[in-house]
């Protein structure tokens, strides 16, 4: 059985991957943009509790841009990302001076986002807070 490609909506497939990472049922690539050193990340898979970053609480059989916030656009300032089975982290270049923040989407069951909540999910990236 040949492998196959990932696609984003539309069917085009996910082209100039940079790195890629897995979690326990979702995967996400790092996809270069126009400026060096940063990138887009884009999630799919299972994302039952968010931890795809694309806003919707759902399975993604296509690969989504990770967002902020609804209608805010996709990221293009990652640096650098982890997985988990239920969050997904990403380094973004926006701290002062070029600083690095760290930023958090999925479940807070056990804390892992960081935000001093241990109940319910998000679906797009928040900062955490103190790091």
Known sequence: MAPNRVV??????????AALALGNLH??????????????PYCWGQGSIGQLGTGVVGNA????????SAGSGEVADATGFALSQS?????RAT?????????CTG???????GD????????????IVGL
């Not at 995967?27 to 887009?40: D, E, N, Q, S, Y």
């Not at 701290?95 to 930023?103: K, M, N, Q, R, V």
Request: aromatic share 4%; charged share 10%; with cysteine.
């Open 8 to 17: 984003i909506a539309g069917g085009t497939a996910l082209r100039c991957v």
């Open 107 to 113: 479940s807070r069951g056990g804390g892992q986002l």
């Open 87 to 91: 969050a997904t982290c990403v380094l």
């Open 27 to 40: 995967a996400c690539a790092l996809v270069t943009t126009a400026t060096p050193g940063r990138f887009t």
């Open 95 to 103: 701290g002062a001076g070029g600083d690095s923040e760290l930023w």
């Open 61 to 68: 059989s296509v690969a989504g841009p990770m967002l902020l």
């Open 116 to 127: 001093g909540s241990i109940t319910g999910s998000v679906s797009f990236l928040q900062r």
